[in-house]
């Protein structure tokens, strides 16, 4: 039986000869380094954008208190960070907590298709942007290179019409950072992708408690 699976799996009878002690000290060096590397990058976040996460917060608590709702976009792995920020507005962890009104523009597939396909994947968002933002309302870009055509449309857009307008950046903010229709930017200092989704994560769930904090505040 031994000798069949041997034949059979010659990989794995190897592997059972290796001493995994060099691998499982590689695994855990390169994991230190990884959350080494994630605190670095969200304490730069910080010191770079603590400003503009404050005033953000305080801007968007008053847009809310107004009756207004957050409309939140992005590609590819910032897609489900809108989708993220949104289940965390509208569901927050806390039960005291206000519930938020929000949309993730990346949600319904038929528009998304239809847009990309009748006119064009640049204008995904900002014909959502054009059919649901409201004056009141809060648009919230996000994208790790900063220079993602369809999320830079969506926000001049949505200034145009009076929505506040915020992104959540990566490199060195790119195009959106530099745009005049970009009320606040929240910018994490990086070129590697895993590691900015990660303090942008930390970046929209700060603003999420910020935000309640605002509210309380508005409210009493």
Not at 124 to 130: C, E, H, N
């Amino acid at each position: 039986m031994g000798e069949a699976w041997e034949q059979l799996y010659p990989f794995l009878a190897e592997s059972e000869r290796v001493d995994p002690t060099p691998i499982l000290e590689s695994v855990i060096a390169s994991t230190i380094q990884k959350a080494h590397d994630v605190a670095e990058l969200r304490e730069a976040t910080f010191a770079q954008s603590k400003e503009a996460l404050v005033q953000a917060a305080w801007a968007m608590a008053q847009r809310f208190a107004r009756g207004g709702k957050l409309l939140a976009f992005g590609n590819g792995g910032s897609a489900t960070d809108a989708q993220d920020v949104v289940t965390d507005f509208l569901n927050p962890p806390f039960p005291h907590w206000r519930s938020l009104p929000a949309i993730a523009l990346v949600n319904d597939t038929a528009i998304v298709t239809a847009v990309g396909n009748d006119v064009g994947y640049e204008s995904i968002f900002l014909r959502q942007i054009i059919a649901y933002g409201q004056p009141q309302d809060i648009a919230m870009g996000i994208s790790t290179s900063g220079n993602s055509p369809n999320v830079l449309r969506a926000l001049e857009q949505a200034k145009r019409q009076g929505l506040l307008t915020l992104a959540l950046l990566g490199y060195d903010g790119g195009a959106i950072a530099r745009s005049e229709a970009v009320d606040f930017v929240i910018l994490s200092p990086s070129t590697y992708v895993p590691r900015i989704q990660e303090a942008q994560a930390t970046a929209y769930h700060a603003l999420l408690e910020l935000v309640q904090t605002c509210l309380e505040w508005l409210q009493s």
